[in-house]
């Protein structure tokens, strides 16, 4: 059977079954305008089809002529692991539909089959592999660019990934507010990444980078002739952002002059370019940045309030590294592993307790890009061996004994002497840390940072008071 062209559908199932008339009854319910249906009377064809197309869904019927469905199961697991497969059944039997269901398939279908539930299992089976693939693409995206700040299943970051979703199919512009390190810019990259844009030039402007005198022609490029040196025409950043994303890191950054210019292009999406008459055509979705408080900015007559408006019509919030703890774990692990690839090493041990002790009880002023750096420097200074708290950057030792002295000299400190994890645990890799015991680090941290209020430490740690409550008697901490 020729394969279909599957790029006019926004949506392709493969039914998998010998039972002609089944299969046309499932093309006529679900064939429309935007979803395509394909057909394979055995695993053989099945399989093969499944090597050269990608479709979004795939029905399998459990006794095929050729082998039998659940192991044709396994083999669509082991080709496609992130692929939805709905398995056919002639009954609902316990047995097979817990083997079906334990051997990877997303549901399950009893034959004779309704309209509803095949409308409703195909449905949820197409977007969660949609959901799928966009968080696939957006890891890799992280990859690629260098740095993976979006690791960590903390509360925050979960919300995160969430607005990511919410935001990034649609064309809205997007302003980002968050502190100096925290990955203002790899979410901007990850909002194009997995947008429809994503084979689309990312533009990335860095507007307190740019003299003022030279902001006008960063954006908007020039003729040749224009003014004394332009031998040649330039085009701007907005020119190059055509049909792609332009980034505007630091916008609060801007001339007040370009400012005005630059609402009426994001208005009408044209300019011209310095010396032309030519009204230029660009389509870019702006994604901006911003470590400033930009209300703040408006009432001092420092920034635009149209401006505003315009940049901020979705507003995404990165929460500091301090914010999220329980990610550190994670994230140091995860840069560890990014920078031993990057020197070549054939093994990379990771930290000792105490280390992670001190990483978890760090403020980081520099967020994301402190905790990479001082990892990196753990790195070296171990010489590939065991990260131990020698390892790490002094400041941060430093910053540890001052710590460790105001709340040892305090009647109120939450942390004393008693607590400390690096005489229990020693010299013991971050990867096969007891969980309790990182959780036991992690909850110190948040109180100690949050001074004792055991409701600010629930808000940070993404829990509630009464689970607090018990944990902390878990761990004798009351």
């Not at 394909?38 to 869904?57: H, I, K, N, S, Y």
């Not at 195909?122 to 693939?133: P, T």
């Not at 909002?191 to 902001?215: G, K």
């Not at 708290?389 to 002094?394: A, F, I, K, V």
Request: net charge negative; charged share 25%.
């Amino acid at each position: 059977m020729p394969m279909k062209d599957a790029t006019k559908f926004s949506a392709l199932v493969f039914v998998i079954d010998d039972d002609p008339n089944l299969c046309e009854w499932v093309s006529c319910h679900l064939t429309d305008g935007s979803q395509d249906v394909e057909c394979f009377p055995d695993a053989a064809t099945g399989l093969q089809a499944l090597r050269q197309g990608t479709p979004d869904v795939v029905i399998l019927d459990m006794d095929l002529p050729d082998l039998a469905g659940l192991d044709v199961l396994l083999r669509i697991r082991r080709l496609r692991p992130e692929l939805p497969v709905v398995m056919l059944t002639v009954s609902e039997e316990v047995p097979v539909v817990v083997k079906a269901m334990s051997s990877g398939a997303f549901d399950y279908l009893t034959k004779p089959v309704s309209v509803e539930r095949l409308s409703l299992v195909v449905r949820n089976a197409i977007e969660q592999h949609r959901l799928r693939r966009q968080v696939l693409d957006l890891r890799r995206s992280n990859e690629d660019a260098g740095t993976l700040g979006l690791v960590g299943s903390s509360p925050v970051m979960l919300e995160l990934h969430r607005s990511i979703e919410r935001v990034a199919p649609t064309n809205v512009s997007v302003l980002i507010h968050g502190e100096s390190g925290t990955g203002k810019e790899l979410v901007a990259r990850a909002l194009h990444d997995v947008s429809e844009r994503t084979h689309q030039p990312f533009v990335a402007v860095n507007c307190a980078a740019i003299p003022e005198p030279l902001q006008e022609d960063e954006f908007f490029g020039h003729e040749r002739g224009a003014f004394t040196g332009a031998q040649a025409m330039r085009r701007g950043c907005i020119e190059r952002a055509n049909n792609g994303t332009l980034f505007l890191d630091e916008v609060a950054e801007l001339s007040s002059s370009l400012q005005a210019t630059l609402l009426r292009v994001l208005q009408e999406h044209t300019l011209c370019r310095i010396g032309g008459a030519e009204e230029i055509k660009s389509d870019f979705r702006v994604v901006a940045a911003t470590n400033r408080d930009l209300i703040a900015a408006v009432s001092e007559g420092e920034f635009r309030l149209d401006l505003y408006y315009r940049l901020a019509v979705f507003e995404i919030e990165l929460a500091p590294l301090r914010m999220r703890p329980a990610d550190i774990p994670e994230l140091a692990a995860t840069f560890l592993k990014e920078i031993g690839r990057e020197a070549a090493a054939e093994t990379v041990p990771g930290f000792d307790a105490a280390a992670m002790e001190i990483l978890l009880a760090h403020s980081w002023p520099g967020n994301v890009r402190e905790l990479r750096n001082a990892v990196h420097r753990g790195f070296v200074a171990a010489g590939g061996g065991m990260i131990r708290s020698e390892h790490l950057p002094p400041r941060m030792l430093e910053a540890m004994q001052d710590e460790s002295r105001d709340v040892a000299s305090s009647s109120e400190g939450v942390v004393d002497s008693s607590v400390s994890t690096s005489g229990e645990l020693g010299s013991i890799p971050v990867s096969v840390l007891d969980r309790d015991e990182l959780e036991r680090v992690t909850l110190l941290r948040a109180l100690h940072q949050c001074n004792g209020r055991v409701d600010e430490a629930a808000r940070v740690l993404g829990i509630g008071r009464t689970t607090l409550y018990r944990r902390r008697k878990k761990h004798g901490l009351l």
